[in-house]
Structure formats: C-alpha cells, structure tokens
C-alpha cells in the first residue's frame, strides 16, 4: 500500500485531508518532512547517497528526511533507512522552513521542513543498514567532506540545513 500523507495549508496547519505519496507530488500539495542530521561528537555527519532508482535527486548525498509527523516520523525513518535506533530526548529542533515550490520532472514539491540534530557520542558504522529501495551507499563526512559535497552539488538541495550543519562541524 502506498504511504498516506496529511496535506497542509501554507502555514504548516492540517487541511484534515490525507492523501497518497504520488497524489501529493502530482498536484503540488503541501506536507511535511522532517531532516534529520545524525552527528557524532568527532564532527562528523552520517550522510546517505540516494538510490538511483528514487524519483527525487536521485544518486544524491543526503541527511534522513522523511514525511508524517515531526517526531514519529523522525524515529522510524532513522530506523528505516540507516538502521540507527535514537531516541525522542535525543532530537533536538533546529527550525521549520519552507522553500519555493520546486519540480522535478512530474513531481511539483510544496514542503515544510522541520529540521532536527541528533548527536551521538559515536556512530558505529557496522551498525549502520541501508534500506535498499532508498539508500545506496552511507559515509561518515568530516567538515571537509561536506564542503566538497556542497560545492560539487552532490547533496540533495537543503540550503538552510547545511548552513547550520556547517556550524555544527566546525
């Protein structure tokens, strides 16, 4: 079954209609996601490549993003996509921010974003599982790393989390 999403009003408020994933993107419908960045305390980001076989940017560097509400969603898509198990207290909210309406190809995204970090005294890489269908490859970066991956336009397009996340690294 396809996932089911809440459409939002601009303002991040619920219009009380769920709709499917494709529906959501087809007609350019507004809904949330959460960003969460996964640092440890050497200054290191968890950063995931996109499968080549996901419609958004695919083959692109990214930090866990994932629909629904803040939190729950937060948790389980960690778990579903790098494998990492973290807790509620471990979030901590940075900021909820939009950008400008953006398409790709058939997809029309109208996003609210709320952005949280996680620190964790060390991430264990072994630990780490990719969920297939969405993760290709996963890499701890330093400060550099991320930098390079910025300027090459290698990462998915977040511009206000890698500003704070640059922040954070250094």
Known sequence: ???????????????????????????????R??????????????????SKHVKTNPEKWDISAAGQTSIEAAIREVKEEVGLKIEQEELMYITTYSEPTRKQGEIIDNQLYDFYVVIKPKIDMENVKMQENEVENVKLCNLEEVKDKLENKMVVEREVVYQTLIKYLK
Do not use: S, Y
């Open 1 to 31: 079954m396809e996932e089911l999403i809440d459409v939002l009003n601009e303002d991040g408020t619920k219009t009380g209609e769920v709709v499917t994933r494709r529906e959501v993107h087809e007609k350019g419908l507004w809904h």
């Open 33 to 50: 996601i959460v960003v969460i960045a996964i640092l440890d305390k050497e200054g290191h980001l968890l950063m995931q490549q996109r």
